[in-house]
């Protein structure tokens, strides 16, 4: 049970960041931040305006922004974590492949390398709008890869992009600008009732 638990491989991300993220992608009322939105269309290949491209260039310049958002979508192990909270995008994925058939684990493994290259190149995009942009193109047909490791990478990223924006949205649209003082009543408050 342990080891499911700690295989899941949840994000932690500090108080420091979830003020920085709110600080920086608040949207308005129940509507998306419109710079998520350009960040979702700028992570999976859509085409972004000049403004859109500035607005994002602006943010990221600003490295803790950069380290918070990129910690969001992987960790990497850090001396920051508390306890029991360490992980980094490797994992877990002993999980995935333990007692599994030689190709499962080509699969899984290096789906997941392809995958974390995509995630560095799209972290690079926040830096540079208008550099290579990650190709989550798709084609069946592709006979070079009999495993679809180009597919599992692909779907995984697109997971990744997805899950981690919704993550980011619901970090900044479910707290309000609290102390951290104020935070630790509101849970104390929450788990007495």
Not at 40 to 47: E, K
Not at 172 to 182: P, Q, R
């Amino acid at each position: 049970m342990l080891e499911q638990k700690l295989s899941t491989n949840q994000i932690y991300t500090s108080e420091n960041d979830n003020q920085l993220l709110r600080k920086h992608f608040k949207g308005t009322g129940n509507a998306d931040s419109p710079l998520l939105l350009s960040i979702r269309s700028l992570l999976l290949g859509f085409p972004i305006t000049k403004s859109e491209a500035d607005v994002i260039k602006t943010t990221f310049k600003n490295e803790d922004v950069r380290e918070a958002f990129r910690r969001k979508f992987f960790n990497k192990l850090s001396t920051d974590a508390p306890i029991g909270k360490e992980a980094d995008f490797w994992f877990g994925t002993d999980v995935e492949v333990r007692d599994k058939c030689t190709d499962t684990i080509r699969q899984v493994i290096e789906s997941k390398q392809l995958t974390y290259e995509m995630l560095q190149q799209a972290m690079n995009l926040l830096e540079d709008p208008f550099g290579a942009k990650v190709d989550v193109s798709f084609d069946p047909k592709r006979v070079d890869d009999p495993l679809q490791i180009r597919f599992l990478a692909r779907n995984k990223y697109i997971g990744t992009v997805v899950n981690c924006l919704v993550q980011i949205k619901v970090t900044v649209d479910n707290t309000k600008d609290e102390t951290l003082e104020e935070t630790k009543a509101r849970i104390l408050k929450n788990s007495s009732k």
